[in-house]
T-cell receptor
Framework: EDQVTQSPEALRLQEGESSSLNCSYT??????LFWYRQDPGKGPEFLFT???AGEEKEKERLKATLTKKESFLHITAPKPEDSATYLC???????????FGSGTRLQVQP | DAGVIQSPRHEVTEMGQEVTLRCKPI?????LFWYRQTMMRGLELLIY????????DSGMPEDRFSAKMPNASFSTLKIQPSEPRDSAVYFC????????????????????FGPGTRLTVL
């Protein structure tokens, strides 16, 4: 059974204080790892897809990396508008559905 | 594009009543997913369709839940009878699946989520 564990559950940062969120996973065969952002009262918003170990993707202050066992979402010099819950999900080989982690609630204070 | 549309946005009902949630996927998308999100269990897949056909309904909690996709632009999730433990936010998501690409990386998994329906069963 696919498992996705995210840490920490919650993270409070000062504006400009860089940090990383972790997503560790267990799948029989990784088809893809996905990062989403979710704001309160809204649906998840797609950020990145990573397909193979060593792959990296960037978008503004966010950078996602992937190894064979985990993924990191690095946030560089965050701003208050980066405050949200960040969800990680994996797609196992042979399935189109995603298995989501419980998320990391990020709060960036000015 | 209007994105994934869900209705109603909020639903309050009494235990035992039938509840129907509706979803209109993004035009051109051929995969549709129903998720449920709660504080305790996070985001869980209930069922997904490809080309209007249910592919995996293993996440449907019990027979009280049913989902249909009569055409490419509409899907429903029905709960009958509803129970208080069904209270959650229900999301619909859609994506595009390229036909024939079964083993190579593909981009269809960029799932686009709707705003959700917040269901409260009293």
């Amino acid at each position: 059974e696919d498992q996705v564990t995210q840490s920490p559950e919650a993270l409070r940062l000062q504006e400009g204080e860089s940090s990383s969120l972790n997503c560790s996973y267990t799948v029989s065969g990784l088809r893809g790892l996905f990062w989403y952002r979710q704001d309160p009262g809204k649906g998840p918003e797609f950020l990145f897809t990573l397909y193979s170990a060593g792959e990296e993707k960037e978008k503004e202050r966010l950078k996602a990396t992937l190894t064979k066992k985990e993924s990191f979402l690095h946030i560089t010099a965050p701003k208050p508008e980066d405050s949200a819950t960040y969800l990680c999900a994996v797609q196992d080989a042979g399935r189109r559905a995603l298995t989501f982690g419980s998320g990391t609630r990020l709060q960036v204070q000015p | 594009d209007a994105g994934v549309i869900q209705s109603p946005r909020h639903e309050v009902t009494e235990m035992g009543q039938e509840v129907t949630l509706r979803c209109k996927p993004i035009s051109g998308h051929n995969s549709l997913f129903w998720y449920r999100q709660t504080m305790m269990r996070g985001l869980e897949l209930l069922i997904y369709f490809n080309n209007n056909v249910p592919i995996d309904d293993s996440g449907m909690p019990e027979d009280r839940f049913s989902a249909k996709m009569p055409n490419a632009s509409f899907s429903t999730l029905k709960i009958q009878p509803s129970e208080p433990r069904d209270s959650a936010v229900y999301f619909c998501a859609s994506s595009f699946t390229r036909p024939g690409l079964a083993v190579t990386p593909f981009t269809y998994n960029e799932q686009f989520f709707g705003p959700g329906t917040r269901l409260t069963v009293l």
